[in-house]
């Protein structure tokens, strides 16, 4: 049962064989998911040397190399028969108010980029827990992994067991939304309040028209990733056409785990981790949740996985964030909607104290709704 790292270079040459006969179905060579344009001048200047050989820092398939807000941790356990670590993050603060949030990353993001979230939560009092999920950043690559959202919420379930936390807030990002909701689905008692940040999965791509892509196509899609591409994606997705210097150790980050050794494994688990996402849909469920939950919603997002592979009738149906938003809040039976009018997909770094501001306001107003 037991295939190991070599088994990852051939496959390589297999898939890249089998996508040569199907380079009719092949899309963009941008991160998956990535809506096709330009960049501005001031970024395509900035990009201009890194597009020549992708040149900058390699790290290792764990991230290793690169430093955390805060110091890393590793929960070492077993699932589906491997023996795996998840590395997080659980910051105290200096005077607690005895309540806990644990802050899911994205599928492009990892629990680092949440840095100046955890600093405000930690000097309001809050004790944050942060993990990198299985198959992303500081944590195991396995080369043989059933991914699914309730397998990783279970991880992060008996992560928190590990430390002894019970009732918690779980605050979701992107694909971090996703598995915030079939968290709070699973525990609905351990969820105290649910704060979805721009979550994907609120709309169902699949029943939508967008065309399915095997692992085997995922993969070479992830085997092509370079920073280049991840700020032109980044740009117009996550920050609403604009660019700040401070986003690009965020795209370093992700570029430099594929232009070290480990990138094969990197993009195998990326590629099996979209077709989680792509399959696994939390969209018809959203009506169950019994929790407090707060939607912060940045209004100029247009994420939608898969869309660069679909036609244009079907694209332009997709990733539309406002009607998004309203549609969630009027599903979720205790919901609360704040809306960011000029932020993309990741208003916690594109706007912090807009962001914070508002997060915090929601926090202290949950108990109140219980």
Request: hydrophobic content about 40%.
């Given at each position: 049962?037991?295939?190991?790292?070599?088994?990852?270079?051939?496959?390589?040459?297999?898939?890249?064989?089998?996508?040569?006969?199907?380079?009719?179905?092949?899309?963009?060579?941008?991160?998956?998911?990535?809506?096709?344009?330009?960049?501005?001048?001031?970024?395509?200047?900035?990009?201009?040397?890194?597009?020549l050989?992708?040149?900058?820092?390699?790290?290792?398939?764990?991230?290793?190399?690169?430093?955390?807000?805060?110091?890393?941790?590793?929960?070492?356990?077993?699932?589906?028969?491997?023996?795996?670590?998840?590395?997080?993050?659980?910051?105290?603060p200096?005077?607690?108010?005895?309540?806990?949030?644990?802050?899911?990353?994205?599928?492009?993001?990892?629990?680092?980029?949440?840095?100046?979230?955890?600093?405000r939560?930690?000097?309001?009092?809050?004790?944050?827990?942060?993990p990198?999920?299985?198959?992303?950043?500081?944590?195991?690559?396995?080369?043989?992994?059933?991914?699914?959202?309730?397998?990783?919420?279970?991880?992060?379930?008996?992560?928190?067991?590990?430390?002894?936390?019970?009732?918690?807030?779980?605050?979701?990002?992107?694909?971090?939304?996703?598995?915030a909701?079939?968290?709070?689905?699973?525990?609905?008692?351990?969820?105290?309040?649910?704060v979805?940040?721009?979550?994907?999965?609120?709309?169902?791509?699949?029943?939508?028209?967008?065309?399915?892509?095997?692992?085997?196509?995922?993969?070479?899609?992830?085997?092509?990733?370079?920073?280049?591409?991840?700020?032109?994606?980044?740009?117009?997705?996550?920050?609403?056409?604009?660019?700040?210097?401070?986003?690009?150790?965020?795209?370093?980050?992700?570029?430099?785990?594929?232009?070290?050794?480990?990138?094969?494994?990197?993009?195998?688990?990326?590629?099996?981790?979209?077709?989680?996402?792509?399959?696994?849909?939390?969209?018809?469920?959203?009506?169950?949740l019994?929790?407090?939950?707060?939607?912060?919603?940045?209004?100029?997002?247009?994420?939608?996985?898969?869309?660069?592979?679909?036609?244009?009738?079907?694209?332009?149906?997709?990733?539309?964030?406002?009607e998004?938003?309203?549609?969630?809040?009027?599903?979720?039976?205790?919901?609360?909607?704040?809306?960011?009018?000029?932020?993309?997909?990741?208003?916690?770094?594109?706007?912090?104290?807009?962001?914070?501001?508002?997060?915090?306001?929601?926090?202290?107003?949950a108990?109140?709704?219980?």
């Amino acid at each position: 049962m037991n295939l190991h790292r070599p088994f990852l270079l051939a496959l390589s040459s297999v898939c890249a064989c089998a996508m040569l006969c199907a380079a009719s179905v092949a899309v963009a060579a941008t991160p998956a998911g990535a809506p096709v344009g330009e960049a501005s001048p001031a970024v395509a200047s900035a990009a201009a040397a890194s597009s020549l050989d992708d040149s900058g820092p390699a790290y290792g398939p764990e991230l290793q190399g690169f430093s955390y807000p805060a110091p890393v941790e590793r929960f070492e356990f077993t699932s589906q028969g491997v023996p795996l670590q998840m590395a997080f993050m659980d910051v105290k603060p200096a005077h607690a108010n005895g309540r806990t949030v644990v802050l899911l990353h994205g599928k492009n993001f990892c629990s680092a980029t949440w840095d100046a979230t955890i600093r405000r939560l930690s000097d309001a009092g809050y004790r944050v827990i942060a993990p990198d999920q299985i198959g992303f950043c500081k944590s195991s690559k396995p080369e043989h992994y059933q991914y699914s959202f309730q397998q990783l919420a279970r991880n992060t379930h008996a992560l928190l067991d590990s430390l002894g936390v019970s009732e918690v807030t779980v605050v979701g990002h992107s694909t971090g939304g996703m598995l915030a909701v079939r968290y709070a689905l699973m525990y609905p008692r351990e969820t105290q309040q649910l704060v979805l940040v721009n979550p994907i999965g609120l709309e169902d791509w699949k029943a939508k028209g967008v065309p399915s892509l095997s692992v085997d196509q995922w993969y070479q899609r992830e085997l092509k990733t370079t920073a280049d591409g991840i700020r032109r994606y980044e740009q117009a997705t996550y920050y609403a056409g604009q660019w700040r210097a401070d986003y690009e150790p965020w795209v370093q980050m992700l570029a430099g785990m594929y232009r070290g050794l480990g990138k094969q494994i990197v993009a195998w688990n990326s590629a099996l981790l979209y077709d989680m996402i792509y399959t696994q849909p939390v969209f018809y469920e959203l009506g169950q949740l019994s929790m407090p939950t707060l939607l912060l919603i940045g209004q100029k997002d247009t994420t939608a996985i898969g869309k660069d592979a679909a036609p244009p009738e079907v694209r332009a149906k997709l990733g539309h964030y406002p009607e998004l938003g309203r549609a969630a809040a009027k599903a979720i039976p205790h919901a609360t909607l704040v809306e960011f009018a000029g932020l993309g997909h990741a208003p916690q770094m594109q706007d912090p104290q807009a962001f914070h501001k508002a997060l915090l306001e929601g926090l202290t107003a949950a108990p109140e709704n219980r």
